[in-house]
């Protein structure tokens, strides 16, 4: 059982470079979740999903896009990466039952913008 | 501005003494509390969770207290292991709200 699949791992891009990080979660859940982990800031919430179709912002949303067309997955994008978007990225599932509580969390991608 | 805040960014602690980690929050509307680990070049794994109905949850080595009028929780291990050596973080959120909000982390590093 894969849980929660991040690609790529790692990726290194040039300022003003696009990228987009697929998250695929294989647990029918309904709720997906994209965080960033910076240090000293732990983990900060980007954008998150509810079901498949929608999105919402997080904390801190800016420069990202997302989309959750398929239930499965939830993309993030980056439109024109910036030095300051350098950090690792975690994309969470959560099934939606009873209290919050248990993301399950893929493995990261590390990104640096150069 | 962090509403889910650990002040202690590192604990040094022997193998089989306690750790105990503490994490403050500032939003009253959260009414469920969870504590993650992490290891490095891994995504955080949920350890322990505690509801605002209860002051206290064990699971084995793991318990976590909760005091609300202080908006205070810690956790405690006991009896700490080499294989506790991990990043801690807490997190919280609020009822029908389904997101978290984590704190910024405690590194445990549990010497043999």
């Known amino acids: 059982n894969a849980g929660v699949t991040q690609t790529p791992k790692f990726r290194v891009l040039k300022t003003g470079q696009s990228m987009t990080l697929l998250c695929a979660q294989d647990?029918?859940?309904?709720?997906m979740y994209w965080y960033r982990q910076d240090p000293g800031m732990g983990l900060r919430l980007i954008h998150y999903?509810?079901?498949?179709?929608?999105?919402a912002k997080g904390e801190v949303p800016d420069g990202y896009n997302v989309s959750r067309l398929k239930k499965q997955n939830f993309l993030l994008g980056l439109e024109s990466a910036a030095p300051s978007q350098t950090s690792v990225y975690f994309c969470?599932?959560?099934?939606?039952?009873?209290?919050?509580?248990?993301?399950?969390f893929g493995e990261g991608s590390r990104l640096t913008v150069l | 501005d962090q509403q889910v805040k650990q002040n202690s960014p590192s604990l040094s602690v022997q193998e089989g003494r306690i750790s105990i980690l503490n994490c403050d929050y500032t939003?009253?509307?959260?009414?469920?509390f969870l504590w993650y680990k992490k290891y490095p070049a891994e995504g955080p794994t949920f350890l322990i969770s505690?509801?605002?109905?209860?002051d206290k949850n064990e699971d084995g080595r793991f318990t976590v207290f909760l005091n609300k009028s202080a908006k205070h929780l810690s956790l405690h291990i006991v009896p700490s292991q080499p294989g506790d050596s991990a990043v801690y973080f807490c997190?919280?959120?609020?009822?029908?709200?389904?997101?978290?909000?984590f704190g910024a982390g405690t590194t445990v590093t549990v010497r043999a």
């Open positions: 505690i509801s605002s109905i209860k």
């Open positions: 647990m029918n859940h309904e709720y």
């Open positions: 969470a599932s959560f099934s939606g039952q009873g209290a919050t509580g248990e993301l399950f």
């Open positions: 999903s509810v079901g498949e179709g929608t999105t």
């Open positions: 939003n009253s509307m959260f009414d469920y």
């Open positions: 997190a919280a959120s609020a009822y029908n709200d389904y997101k978290l909000s």
